[in-house]
């Protein structure tokens, strides 16, 4: 049974490092569509070379564009955790955080590093700090570490920190043609894109490596399981709000891992 309008999907292991313009072993695409496995996808037209994040961004774009619905699954985090609302005295809305983290994380301009937001050598980063004690309910949920957890084996908070831009990039690029899970909507509407959340650690072992290197299984391994879900009917049941409506309403704020 299929689930869903999506022709395909395309799932992301993302990297914060270095900057916005370098190219990075550790990004990495994996695409599924028809009946074939996830297969990789590399810049082009050096298919050699490594993804960067401004690339990937451009990227996404022009694949959105051209009308065929896609899930896409990023290993990013899409928010914050409700203290950080509460500690910046922002509204409780998303969009106007995602707004407001880019102006002070510069993390998307040229030769910008998170580090160097971190440590106040460019943007305001220092006035939209976090707590590594912070954590969104679907980290708990999960086992998912705080998007303010930096520098540690594991850490999602640069990939975080530095995707945020490129998630408002493709947004605004794409306007009603992406929907943005589930902040957007808890249903996405036939014939839209989406973009939503993933977590690779909870589908990692369901699948042998296969010679490939961690970044490249985490990417297969989304794409592989979201093609998958979607197939199997899973899926829907993936997308649906969660039944108590409290845990729906901080959902649509701080985010949800699909699949959680």
């Known amino acids: 049974m299929s689930c869903s309008p999506f022709a395909r999907v395309i799932g992301i292991d993302y990297s914060g490092a270095a900057t916005a313009d370098d190219?990075?072993?550790?990004?990495?695409?994996?695409?599924?569509?028809?009946?074939?496995?996830?297969?990789?996808?590399?810049?082009?037209?050096?298919?050699?070379?490594?993804?960067?994040?401004?690339?990937?961004?451009?990227?996404?774009?022009?694949?959105?564009?051209?009308?065929?619905?896609?899930?896409?699954?990023?290993?990013?985090?899409?928010?914050?955790?409700?203290?950080?609302?509460?500690?910046?005295?922002?509204?409780?809305?998303?969009?106007?955080?995602?707004?407001?983290?880019?102006?002070?994380?510069?993390?998307?301009?040229?030769?910008?590093?998170?580090?160097?937001?971190?440590?106040?050598?460019?943007?305001?980063?220092?006035?939209?700090?976090?707590?590594?004690?912070?954590?969104?309910?679907?980290?708990?949920?999960?086992?998912?570490?705080?998007?303010?957890?930096?520098?540690?084996?594991?850490?999602?908070?640069?990939?975080?920190?530095?995707?945020?831009p490129w998630l408002r990039f493709v947004r605004v690029q794409l306007g009603a043609r992406v929907h943005v899970w589930p902040f957007d909507g808890w249903h996405v509407p036939s014939g839209v894109s989406a973009l939503a959340e993933v977590y690779p650690s909870l589908w990692r072992d369901q699948f042998p490596s296969e010679g490939r290197t961690p970044d490249q299984h985490d990417a297969f391994v989304v794409a592989a399981r979201l093609w998958q879900a979607m197939h199997s009917g899973e899926l829907c049941a993936w997308l649906a709000p969660p039944r108590d409506p409290q845990v729906r309403a901080l959902a649509a704020l701080e985010g949800w891992i699909l699949g959680a």
């Not at 203290?83 to 102006?103: I, M, N, S, T």
Request: proline share 7%; hydrophobic share 40%; charged share 20%.
């Open 23 to 164: 190219p990075l072993p550790g990004l990495r695409v994996y695409l599924a569509d028809n009946n074939a496995p996830p297969h990789e996808v590399r810049p082009m037209p050096n298919q050699r070379r490594h993804w960067t994040r401004r690339a990937l961004a451009h990227w996404l774009v022009a694949q959105l564009s051209d009308g065929l619905p896609t899930l896409v699954g990023i290993d990013h985090a899409f928010s914050f955790p409700l203290a950080y609302f509460q500690a910046h005295g922002l509204p409780l809305r998303w969009h106007v955080f995602l707004e407001d983290f880019c102006a002070h994380w510069l993390t998307d301009a040229p030769g910008v590093r998170v580090d160097d937001v971190r440590r106040g050598r460019v943007g305001n980063g220092t006035a939209r700090q976090g707590d590594a004690r912070w954590r969104r309910l679907t980290d708990q949920r999960t086992g998912a570490k705080s998007v303010f957890h930096f520098d540690v084996t594991g850490s999602v908070a640069k990939s975080t920190h530095a995707g945020l």
